[in-house]
């Protein structure tokens, strides 16, 4: 008889359409690490969220069990004040404040009209001393690198008497020597007492630290490992994270490759956008042919968006080198409009915000990057508009009553397509579609599998970022694997599992 | 039954929610007809409106520009209105110069400002807020520092015919009723309905959904009514002042630049979403480059209209007008946050501003009380967005 910190019972949420988490259950012993795994979208940020009030008490079924007691957390501050103390993956700092009012913000020393400076700054560097960070607490957030940020969230958490540390993708963005640090930290904490939870994909790192292991795959909990009993390699690991079986839910398609290559790019290199001295796509070099479906497989994070959208009229990053070639001839693309030129066309992951106007119709929409095609010497031939977006909404089967609807009422599938509609109407050779699938219902998706399959029987290209590895191998003719801003892997489809992609990811990590 | 009833219902809450500012000013309009005992209605009174508001409306119509393209503001219309009148009043009246050549210099000054802010706005992405602030001060310094903090009059009859006068027609206007002014508004009505029913055939025979024939006619008959009503006002006082035609151009001109171009459709998507429209291959900086240019242009064509009207350029002219040009487009429905705003609008919010300074005046509402009224009115119409708005967000999701 263990004695369980927290227990989590017959946890289910659902999302418009889509059951995050599906009875999931989960023991977190007093004084241990445990360490949640599983894909990208498996339910592990979701389950957190529940656990801290973020999903308050009513949105989910199930119960939380903390110290003990039922646990009805209504919002964050609740779940704080019993000691659990979530640092997500963003960190939550404000750049222009220095580390002790960040420290503390929303919990000041002193009283609420008098801040009493000298004992915050007294705590600030005691706590900065228990994480092993040698920094003035006076100094600015913006002055620290990410990996000191991520140490000030810690002391952050130290102050509101955490008992329960959760932990989500520490060290998603810090460098070997950090993470360390890092982890050492944690294992520190376990000693005093401190219970932690870490959400990462490093499963070497996991080895490392972790009691005990669960994992999570679409939305329920596979198994829970406990590492003292039985021994744990990461292929174990691996087996248990992807472990699904790949069903008809993928249309029929065949390979319709030509041999002409349309789009190569040879040593590209991208630097940040705000700290350009990280580098977030590391000299990749890449082929598409036309006819051709290439996966970009990874993780979130792993510099794929930020490679497509740097392709793409440099809309993204700093210092951008390398050589881009299309149809054989060397271009350079210096802005959206260049590449839309070119016959390039960027579908986004994040629809709503820099995908589509919301507040405006599908019309609107539909014919916004190529208004040219529905325009005389710059006048609008609105009755033209109506008629390409009607076509272009039946021939995508967008619902909606008609194109005059605006796009913020639809549902994410029908987004989605109108998302694709806005692109197909831009005539581009090489479509690169970010996650198109991403938060959209089974059956949306099958149609835009479709409307892939009818792309590419078309003469057109397509680049396809994505973090679900079973849509990769059923969609594509090639995959490129990427991690950490560098190719890792290139496999062809056909010889390409699961098990291939996920441990080319993590090989990457494995130095760590 | 009742589930037409409630579909009813729905339709008119619908109705409501689109016209409450044409609502708001017919209400408004009868609350001063009353009060005043008719005075608000008399055909003088009428074309007041018309003369002292002409500003309103061209300085909100480039203000919308502004305010579509994400809820920016320009602050230094105002001070622009004060220097470009002020370079018109040295120009014309102390140096003699040639009054077109002038009126093209002081245009040219209105896209020059322009330049300056919009530079600093598109292209080094200071905010709006920030630099059309500093250009209030600088604008009004200057133009004070121009007119020495004397006021210019006197005029040439020749330029304050351009704006002041109105149309006459010998024989037909000789008498008490100026005619010419009714055939105006037959000739504008025939045109609204010529053009009006025309794009309703041709849409019909290209198979695209029609507006219902009820509502098209009730429209064409209602706004035709208010047209000829206005006309026949005007008629029996001294017919139509030349500034409604340059209102009429304008707000034509701009309606359709909103509307039908694809320059007009560039402003909507930025203030809609600008990261969307930059992806789509539009140069968002020169949008925000271009609203300041042409908010500063107008302006400058304010700065003649007003000079003409008050016949001199003084160091005060153009006082708050930034305040009645934003209130315009907010009173018309353009969103606080960008995206969204008709010129039509616009026009209806600048008349309700008109008829709350006019109906005020005229009912003898103490100018400081005045101030306190608009400044409510303003406040409430963008309350009245802001909430609408956050509860559509709500059905997003």
């Known amino acids: ?512 | 039954m009742s589930s037409k009833n409630a579909i009813l219902w729905e339709k008119t809450k619908a109705f409501l929610l689109k016209n409450t500012m044409v609502i708001a000013l017919v209400v408004v309009y009868l609350f001063f007809v009353i009060r005043s005992e008719g005075r608000m209605f008399l055909p003088q009174n009428i074309n007041n409106l018309i003369m002292q508001n002409s500003y309103v409306v061209i300085l909100a119509v480039g203000m919308l520009l502004c305010i579509l393209t994400g809820g920016n503001i320009d602050l230094s219309v105002g001070a622009t209105v004060c220097l470009v009148g002020a370079i018109a009043g040295v120009l014309m009246v102390n140096l003699g110069w040639n009054i077109y050549l002038v009126m093209i210099i002081c245009l040219l000054a209105g896209v020059a400002i322009g330049v300056w802010q919009g530079f600093w706005i598109a292209y080094v992405r200071i905010p709006p807020f920030i630099v059309t602030l500093a250009g209030m001060l600088l604008f009004r310094g200057l133009a004070q520092a121009i007119l020495g903090g004397t006021t210019i009059s006197g005029f040439s009859d020749a330029y304050l015919s351009i704006f002041n006068n109105y149309v006459t027609i010998p024989l037909l206007d000789s008498g008490a009723v100026k005619y010419s002014s009714i055939i105006f508004g037959v000739i504008c009505c025939a045109i609204f309905i010529v053009a009006t029913v025309w794009t309703n055939l041709s849409k019909k025979r290209k198979g695209y959904v029609t507006e219902k024939p009820a509502s098209l006619y009730s429209r064409i008959v209602l706004l035709c009514a208010i047209v000829m009503l206005l006309m026949y006002k005007l008629s029996l006082y001294k017919g139509v002042p030349y500034i409604l035609l340059w209102l009429i151009g304008i707000v034509a001109i701009y309606t359709y630049i909103t509307a039908k171009t694809t320059f007009g459709r560039h402003f909507y998507a930025l203030g809609g979403n600008e990261k969307a429209t930059k992806l789509s291959g539009i140069n968002t900086n020169r949008i925000y480059f271009s609203a300041y240019v042409n908010v500063s242009f107008l302006s400058a064509l304010a700065a003649l209209v007003v000079s003409a009207r008050f016949t001199s350029a003084n160091p005060a002219a153009g006082t708050n007008y930034e305040l009645d040009a934003i209130g315009s487009c907010f009173i018309g429905g353009a969103s606080a946050y960008g995206g969204i705003g008709k010129v039509s609008g616009v026009v209806v919010g600048a008349v309700l501003m008109g008829v709350l300074n006019l109906g005020m005046n005229i009912i003898g509402v103490d100018s400081n009380f005045q101030k306190v009224v608009k400044g409510l009115v303003l406040l409430v119409a963008v309350i009245f967005d802001v909430v609408s708005k956050r509860r559509a967000v709500k059905s997003f999701t």
Request: proline share 2%; aromatic share 6%.
């Open chain 1, 1 to 512: 008889m263990s004695d369980h910190i927290l227990e989590m019972r017959h946890i289910t949420k659902e999302f418009p359409g889509v059951k995050a988490l599906d009875d999931v259950s989960l023991e977190v012993r007093r004084g241990e690490i445990h360490a949640l795994v599983g894909e990208n979208g498996a339910g592990k940020s979701t389950l957190m969220n529940v656990l801290s009030g973020i999903y308050p008490y009513g949105s989910y079924e199930g119960e939380i069990i903390y110290n003990g007691k039922p646990c009805h957390f209504q919002k964050i501050r609740d779940s704080e004040k019993a000691g659990i103390v979530i640092i997500h993956q963003e960190l939550a700092l404000v750049p222009y404040l220095s580390i002790a009012e960040n420290m503390f913000l929303g919990n000041e020393r002193g009283s609420s009209v008098n801040i009493n400076w000298n004992e915050t700054y007294a705590k600030a560097d005691e706590l900065l001393d228990v994480v092993g960070l040698r920094e003035s607490s006076h100094t600015l957030i913006k002055d620290l690198g990410i990996g000191k940020q991520q140490m000030v969230e810690i002391a952050k958490a130290l102050s509101k008497n955490v008992q329960l540390l959760i932990l989500d993708e520490p060290t998603a963005s810090l460098n070997e020597g950090d993470s360390m640090k890092l982890l050492n930290l944690l294992k520190e904490f376990k000693k005093q007492g401190v219970t932690s939870i870490i959400i990462s994909h490093k499963l070497n790192e996991i080895a490392y630290v972790a009691d005990q292991i669960t994992i999570i795959r679409d939305g329920a909990v596979i198994e829970t490992l406990d590492m003292a009993e039985q021994a744990v390699d990461e292929s174990r690991i691996i087996r248990g994270m992807v472990g699904r079986e790949l069903t008809s839910r993928f249309p029929q398609r065949e390979s319709r490759v030509q041999d002409e290559v349309v789009l190569e790019v040879e040593h590209w290199s991208v630097q940040h956008a705000l700290y350009s001295d990280l580098t977030v796509v590391d000299d990749v070099s890449f082929k598409l042919k036309k006819g051709e479906v290439v996966g970009i497989a990874g993780l979130m994070g792993a510099g794929r968006t930020e490679f497509a959208m740097s392709i793409f009229g440099k809309s993204y990053g700093n210092d951008i080198r390398g050589t881009l070639k299309l149809h054989g001839k060397e271009v350079v693309l210096n802005n959206e409009r260049d590449a839309i030129k070119h016959g390039l066309a960027y579908v986004t992951e994040d629809r709503k915000g820099n995908g589509l106007i919301l507040s405006n119709p599908i019309r609107v929409n539909t014919t916004l990057a190529r208004l040219d095609k529905v325009s005389h010497h710059h006048v609008l031939d609105l009755d033209l508009e109506y008629k390409v977006a009607c076509q272009m909404k039946e021939k995508l089967g967008v619902k909606s009553p008609t194109v005059e609807q605006d796009v913020g009422n639809l549902s994410g599938g029908n987004q989605q397509k109108v998302l694709l509609a806005k692109w197909m109407f831009a005539e581009p050779d090489i479509m690169i579609l970010d996650e198109p699938t991403r938060g959209i219902d089974v059956g949306a998706k099958y149609e835009i599998y479709c409307i892939i399959n009818d792309l590419v029987a078309a003469g057109k290209s397509v680049i396809m970022i994505s973090s679900e590895m079973p849509e990769v191998l059923g969609m594509c003719d090639r995959i490129y694997v990427m991690s950490q801003g560098q190719i890792v892997g290139e496999m062809d489809a056909k010889s390409a599992t699961q098990e291939r992609i996920m441990s080319s990811i993590l090989s990457v990590n494995k130095g760590a």
